[in-house]
């Protein structure tokens, strides 16, 4: 277009020379792009790894701290690398307190909400996904609300509630709040939605009675989902601080999140090394399991947000 | 093998109805194909002989029993689904067996059957992979098999081939085809393409909102078609029909009122001599498709667009033509398009007698 | 049908509906008729005194206080996380080995337990020793007081929730990302769009659906927030970081006041109640959809 105009307006024809410039000045401002992409791609590079450091480096910093001894935590500006490497930190942390109740209490109450949440969840979205039954509109009513509305929101109630049913400082008491999950129900639902109702068909022509149907045909293919809604489930309370808190008054039933705050009340405030040895025994776990199956968790955890 | 009766059948969704009354007898042992545009009430009809779908009034019989009130999994009829339905967490053994496992058929029967069904439809080496890692072809044999082992009293097949393309689409015709040969049991079929239920039924059955056009052999629903709809619906192309008022030039008397004309595109003839008597049309060609041993024309003339057919004929080049067709391949339809035979025949006669145009 | 098919539905549910009648629809009413004594836990009576409670929570300076807490944080952790998270998408939507390892950072923070992350930015934002004053302190800043000054306390939590959430939220949208069709992309280009009415006129309607459900799922969170607040500050300082769930939790577990903190409950109940309603609406409304 630009030529055209360029053209008419000198109203001379295209000249070798003309060209030449034209050519020249194509191939210089190529050159000049080639660079700015260059550099484009060291700031982009370099952003990125500005954005590990943000997120990597608490992490980096917790581990050093949890490796000090207390004098060296007060050293400014801070050192990365210890002179000797504090183990005893761990052992002093892990001795604040019943550590190995906490432990025990964290693996009991977190696999026994996960298995309670199956049992009930499955059915559950089975039926709002597949059948209509009257009332149904009025049930799944009552799973949005229990969704959208935060637990955090009604514990002095339930608190109350299980004190009257003595179940305060309970495994009980802390699974039972939990044996069913709206979020579980509403992502198996949207699962069990999308299978086509020809495969049910087929199965009814193959004369399969509907628990067969349910158990071999329509759980199976929502495993991925179970899968996502089960790393979920547990990841969430196990690293739940909230409702132990609130529902223990002493340390039969207490969790590990607990014990790692406690550690502060029983150390001092300021005995960083020793919280981060204490913090340390919490992540690390959890970040192993990351950093080996990042993959699947962070599908598990993102598709949630897309469906 | 089984007989298919359906006495009174109507079919409400809520408030739409979508099958009125509908009557059909299936022969036992025919290829019954039920065809129509989309939205026909084909596959109502279908799944309501399943039972995937509960009429709302009427009777259906298989042989002589009423299986209204049977589920679809004791009404003895085997289905392939469009998409194929497998299941697709069990794999192609686990797939052809369900059925039979849930009949209580023992694990020895089981595994001899599975290994005759998959040698007869050529699946032996893939019996233990799943079907999202078989082709569509493949599948389609997984879904067949399925059918086929539970030696069903009727096969229903639901658009079965419509995922295909075209080659293999081809190539399952013909296997299906022989299939029924081979089992000699009632097949029932759906699809909206004329040219497949052509060439696989026995009798064909077409549908339009819901109501049975016309039930007949291939050659009669070709040859003799009852009216406008089935005449308009079956050929390639279809037949060409034109309003009684554009056309010039004909002398008919009949004892019914006829609103339309029509003929086939294969019976008129590209001028034509002056010894074939018939109806003379003359037009201009607007496109030609020339397909090697057959040639289509597109004409238009003052009675609208006509397509002709012509075989093994040198392709006409010229712009203006005279299209021929003989009086005894010309049909009529009344005012409801119903097909109008008597009378008129004599009517046309007459006409020729006197000398034509 | 059977009878038993009928039933079946009802049976599938019944545990599910059981769980959430007891711990969740119950509570919410039990909680409303609380609000309305006076009840210090122990006592055998409870004392009815009508709206007393909630007339008393409004007229209080610090549970204005803590309403107007709450809802700056909320406001700032939900714009900030989801902004960011939203620039954080379009930059690393790339799938290579690299920009893998990136999210995968970035994400890592979500799946850590609130415990953690609190003492771990407890003791990062130390104003004596802590690892955020000498970062400060390379560009030139002079140490902050960050959670121990009433004026950075609210604003040193919002940015560990911004830190905790925008990897999570990055993600969700790098999925929403990945879900267009590249095609659109495709003809935008061959219709010679401009990247930036690509991203206003399509990229961004195509991810209102993902944007809408960000922002409802972290208001929720941000309304409840209860953790960092009690590790990290306990409220203070002055109560410069005193939200509704902990003031709540003072209230009944401290002070033993349960009608009060029940009224108090309510009060949020109703908040998160509109919230949810008014988004619903608009989810409906204005959201385009895929």
Redesign the interface.
């Known amino acids: 277009m630009l030529k055209s105009v360029n053209d008419t307006i000198s109203g001379v024809p295209i000249g070798a020379a003309a060209k030449n410039d034209r050519v020249f000045v194509r191939s210089k401002r190529q050159a000049l792009r080639r660079t700015l992409r260059a550099i484009l791609q060291v700031v982009n590079y370099a ?2 790894l500005g ?2 450091l ?6 980096g ?2 581990l050093s ?1 949890s490796l000090k001894t207390l004098p060296e ?6 050192e990365w690398i210890p002179h000797n490497f504090v183990w005893q930190n761990f052992a002093d942390a892990w001795n604040t307190g019943p550590f190995l109740s906490y432990f025990v209490n964290s693996v009991v109450i977190a696999v026994g909400i996960l298995v309670l949440q199956m ?3 499955i ?2 979205a ?3 996904a597949r ?1 209509k ?1 009257k009332g ?1 509109g009025f ?1 799944f009513g ?2 949005m ?2 969704l ?14 299980l004190s009257a049913f003595k179940l305060l400082n309970t495994h009980l008491g802390l699974i ?2 939990f ?2 999950s ?1 979020f579980g ?1 509403f992502l198996l639902r949207q699962a069990f939605k999308q299978i ?1 109702e ?2 049910l ?10 628990w ?1 149907i349910i158990l ?2 329509m759980v ?2 929502v ?1 991925p989902v179970l899968v996502t809604f089960a790393l979920f489930s547990f ?1 969430a309370h ?5 409702w132990p ?2 529902m223990t008054t002493n340390e039969t039933a207490r969790t590990l ?2 014990g ?2 406690k550690i ?1 009340e029983v150390e001092g405030v300021a005995t ?1 090394n020793i ?2 040895a204490g ?1 340390l025994i ?2 690390a776990p ?2 192993a399991v ?2 080996l199956s ?1 993959r699947q ?2 599908k598990a ?3 949630n ?2 469906k | 093998m089984a007989k298919i009766e359906l006495r009174n059948i109507s079919k409400k969704f809520k408030d739409d109805t979508v099958i009125p009354n509908l009557n059909l007898t299936i022969k036992d042992g025919s290829f019954t194909v039920l065809v129509g545009p989309s939205g026909c009430g084909k596959s109502t009809t279908l799944r309501m002989v399943a039972g995937l779908e509960q009429q709302s009034d009427g009777d259906i019989w298989i042989d002589d029993k009423c299986v209204n009130d049977t589920p679809p999994g004791l009404r003895d009829v085997a289905m392939v689904f469009q998409n194929y339905a497998l299941y697709p967490t069990m794999t192609v053994r686990g797939n052809i067996e369900f059925g039979l496992k849930n009949r209580g058929v023992a694990k020895t029967d089981r595994n001899t059957l599975v290994t005759d069904i998959s040698e007869i439809v050529g699946l032996a080496p893939y019996l233990d992979k799943k079907p999202q890692q078989l082709s569509g072809g493949q599948r389609q044999r997984v879904a067949l098999a399925r059918a086929m082992v539970k030696q069903p009293k009727v096969f229903i097949l639901d658009e079965p081939l419509s995922n295909l393309d075209a080659k293999l689409r081809g190539q399952m015709r013909t296997e299906l085809i022989q299939l029924h040969k081979r089992l000699g049991t009632t097949f029932v079929y759906v699809t909206h393409d004329q040219v497949e239920a052509m060439s696989m039924g026995d009798q064909i059955v077409v549908m339009n909102k819901g109501v049975i056009q016309q039930a007949d052999s291939p050659m009669k629903l070709y040859h003799d078609p009852e009216n406008l709809f089935t005449a308009e619906f079956i050929g390639t192309p279809a037949m060409n029909t034109m309003s009684m008022k554009d056309v010039r030039g004909l002398d008919v008397q009949a004892n019914g009122y006829i609103a339309s004309l029509g003929f086939r595109p294969e019976q008129a003839l590209l001028n034509a001599g002056p010894e074939v008597r018939g109806h003379v049309i003359e037009g201009e060609i607007v496109t030609r498709e020339s397909l090697g041993a057959e040639q289509i024309y597109q004409i238009r003339t003052g009675g609208g667009v006509f397509f002709v057919k012509t075989f093994l004929a040198p392709l006409a080049t010229a712009d203006r033509v005279k299209v021929t067709i003989p009086y005894e391949h010309l049909y009529y339809f009344g005012p409801g398009g119903e097909r109008l035979r008597a009378g008129i025949e004599a009517g046309a006669k007459q006409l020729v007698q006197a000398g034509g145009i | 049908m059977t009878l038993w098919a009928k039933l079946r539905p009802y049976g599938m549910v019944a545990p599910a509906i059981l769980v959430f009648s007891l711990f969740f629809i119950y509570p919410i009413f039990y909680m409303i008729y609380l609000s309305m004594f006076d009840w210090n836990f122990v006592s055998p009576t409870k004392a009815f005194v009508g709206l007393q409670n909630f007339q008393d929570l409004l007229s209080e300076e610090d549970f204005r206080k803590v309403l107007t807490n709450t809802s700056i944080y909320t406001i700032l952790t939900v714009t900030l996380t989801t902004g960011l998270a939203l620039l954080l998408a379009l930059w690393l939507n790339k799938r290579n080995i690299f920009h893998g390892f990136v999210q995968g950072a970035i994400f890592s923070p979500h799946i850590i337990s609130l415990v953690s992350i609190s003492l771990l930015w407890s003791w990062l934002m130390d104003p004596e020793y802590g690892l955020l004053n000498w970062v400060i302190g390379l560009v030139g800043f002079g140490k902050l007081q960050w959670l121990s000054h009433p004026s950075t306390a609210l604003v040193s939590l919002v940015m560990v929730a911004v830190w905790k959430g925008v990897g999570y939220n990055a993600l969700v949208f790098i999925a929403g990302l990945q879900s267009i069709p590249a095609d659109i992309y495709e003809a935008a280009s061959l219709d010679r769009s401009k990247p930036w009415t690509t991203f206003t006129k399509l990229i961004l309607p195509m991810l209102s659906p993902t944007i809408f459900f960000l922002v409802i799922i972290n208001m929720i969170g941000s309304f409840q927030v209860f953790e960092t607040i009690a590790i990290m500050t306990q409220g203070g300082p002055i109560n410069s970081t005193n939200t509704l769930v902990y003031y709540i939790y003072e209230n009944g577990f401290r002070f033993f006041k349960i009608g009060y903190a029940s009224a108090a409950g309510v009060i949020l109940l109703i908040i998160v109640g509109i919230l949810t309603i008014v988004y619903f609406k608009l989810l409906s409304n204005r959201v385009h959809y895929r």
């Not at chain 1, 943000?54 to 992490?59: L, S, T």
């Open positions: 952003g990125l954005l590990v943000v997120f990597a480096m608490p992490f910093w917790m701290t935590t007060m050293i400014f500006p801070p049992l009930t969840c059915p559950a089975y039926a709002f059948y039954f149904s049930l009552i799973v609300v229990t959208m509305i935060p637990g955090q929101l009604i514990f002095l109630p339930v608190y109350l509630e039972l709040p044996a069913s709206a129900i086509s020809e495969l068909e087929a199965a009814r022509l193959d004369q399969a009675a509907e067969k071999q045909i199976p293919m495993k990841i196990w690293n739940d601080y909230f808190l609130v999140p607990l790692i705050a502060r960083w919280l981060m913090n919490l992540v959890i970040l990351f950093f990042q968790i962070i955890f993102v598709y947000g897309v």
